[in-house]
């Protein structure tokens, strides 16, 4: 680009004040040069990045028992005939899982199995998870549940909110999908069309409508309830369970009571789908992290990218696993899991560095602005 055509195009884009969020402002050529300076891999595995981006403070791990579990989720399936290539994601997520050695103690699903809640869709993604024998647990995605409102779905795959105890970590499913105000009776709309607008990911008919709603926070307040405080817990979700981006319901309404709730405790991990790319947050002791996804990856959000986020740099969009994978998760005794993405793609240097975490509850990382909910939608 000459010269004069750039400074054309910064006087468009910078326009004073404005500025980019510091999130976004890391180049590959930034990434380089910091990775020559702290000397290769080894400065990498100071500052965390690439593979373990969550890699927390595993101290006193050696005693007590460690497991694995995984995490699939967004696969969007089609009906076969429609699309093979989101199938062809699919299947390689789950031999990938059930390659898994020592092996995983269970699958999370964590929701979009299909893409447009088709029953084709759903009993394909069934059929293709019965290659797995291990335990399955499964939250729903809003493109698995708003053409029949869930029916199938809960048939096929059971009800959420669910909790069960493993090996000293109490796991807890929420449904954060169901919860939508009913937009579409006025409007006289199929369940196609309902089906359709929720299928989009900036549609304004359907509102914020991740939420929990208040009989599902009373009963995450009861599941805590008997558990002590420095216990872990991590909470499935398939919306984030904070404010990122309420345009595109990556967060759910109710984010501000579900952290007074979970405030008494001490090792709390929120992990959760929707928004197709590495994220991570911490409010208070809470940390959230954001899986891949098998079928696209999302952009960026263009405002509210939590500092801690380090966008995930796509080299070769010809390329359609790039971008996109699933997770493994080791749980120390005793201490916080640690994710690994299993990100799919033929090269290795794409994240920027990204220090590792607090290791949650010390309020060093609290991502509480911009307030973009605020500024949308009063309430
Ligand atoms: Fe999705
Ligand atoms: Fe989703």
Redesign the pocket.
Known sequence: MKRCERHEMDKELCKPGVHPDRSLDITRRIFLHKTLLTGTMVGAAAYGFFPLLNTIDIAGAATGENFKFAWI??T?LYPRELNERFVEKTIRAISEVKAMDPPADFLIFG??LAQLGDPVELKLGAELLKDLDIKQVFIP?E?DWYLDMGDLWEKQFGTSPWKFDHKGVRFIGLNTIGQAPDYWSAKKMTPKERMGHMATLDGSVAGPWAGLGHEQLKWLSDALSDWPKDKPVIIFSHNPLYEYYPPWNFWVRDWREVHEIVKPYKNITNIH??T?QILYNEIGAMRSIGML?T?WPWPYAPEGVPHLTKPMIRVDPGDHFDGLGWSKFTVPAGAMAENEYVMWRKTKDLFAEAAVDSGAGDNVNQELHPRTADKIWPY
Do not use: K, P, V, W
């Open positions: 989720s967004d969007h929701g979009d995605g493109h789908g929707h197709h996804a079928a």
